[in-house]
């Protein structure tokens, strides 16, 4: 076991990130598409809404190499699923989110982070949940970079989708209300927001895997239809973000990211 000290002073050791969004990404993104729509059809299953026309963010608002700290991204994380909680238990759950990997990532100033041996081993039956949760993690702390890059003095809050959804729509068997009939949903979005001014609602979906590029491909064009369930205002002007990220059990991570962009005024 390391000692308590050491795992602190790692945890604010900061190392790259490695941030994919391409016109090359766009096209992967598109055949894992259609690949998923012919089989879906093949076995009689929903055909899927999917946002239309998704690009790449901007190098001026997503640099293509990020540094970040492990603390960011737990921290990030701990807030995240914490929020989706109720009770007095709130601040303990936040903590907890942001422990439980403590010793998942390594990295160091000249290197770019990767799973350390701890984060290697987890036992197969937690891979997919810890996959998903620092998937979260990364998606995160990039979307509030981007954002604050693409709107300066603003504030920028993350909301669970589903606290935000159940306002209206009744989302589990255990919710009263009318039903959406559409499983699809994000799983966050960021409120954008200024004094005196409306706020912006942008729909989030998050995903990550221990695999390959591939798996980050077939993840984004499934999270194309997560965002794709919530349109705010008219059709089809609503901004999004989706987000894969890749944490192969060899080498370092990357994030896959790609967005729909707000319409521009006028």
Known sequence: MKPAADVLKELVQPSDISAHSSTGLVGKVDEAAAEDDKAREEKELEELRRKPALRPIPTKELDRTVQLTPWDVLHTLGQAI????????????????CLKYSQALTGGTESFM????????TADYYKAIQSGELGTGFALTLARQLLGRRYPDHSISIVPADTALRAGWALTSRDSGPRSGYRYRPQFFAEVWKPGEPSLAIPIAC???????????????????????VHIGAWNQTPVLVFSTELPTEGPLTVHALQAPEPAAG
């Open 207 to 229: 995903k990550g895997n221990h695999s390959n590029a591939a798996t980050s491909h077939t993840q984004l064009a499934s999270a194309s239809a997560h965002v794709e369930a």
């Open 82 to 97: 914490a929020l989706s909680r109720r009770g007095a238990g709130r601040g303990l759950a936040e903590h907890w989110g």
């Open 114 to 121: 990767t799973l350390s041996a701890e984060g290697r081993e």
